[in-house]
């Protein structure tokens, strides 16, 4: 996922950046896999060295290919989550 569809499907279509601050500060207390978020154009965007490796690896392990050293291809490895049914929604089923 990006940061974007993150914070589009937490009601919050503009909120990319804070995405990016929480994945930062809470993942490790709260074990979110932060290594899965990327930026829109596919691009791992942690710019220190450690940080980017650190990342990269984990998505190589995960079967996750790179066509450029930082950048995955959307189109084959972008999750696009189910839409969750509003109440309003599913009283009409």
Not at 26 to 39: C, G, I, T
Not at 58 to 71: P, S, V, W
């Amino acid at each position: 996922m990006t940061y974007g569809q993150i914070a589009k499907h937490s009601g919050s279509p503009r909120g990319a950046r804070q995405v990016v601050r929480i994945l930062h500060s809470m993942s490790q207390k709260y074990n979110l896999p932060w290594h899965r978020v990327v930026n829109s154009k596919g691009e791992i965007g942690i710019q220190d060295e450690e940080g980017f490796l650190q990342q990269k690896n984990a998505l190589e392990e995960e079967g996750i290919t790179f066509i450029r050293d930082r950048k995955i291809d959307l189109n084959m490895f972008q999750y696009e989550p189910i839409p969750v049914l509003e109440k309003a929604d599913v009283d009409l089923i």
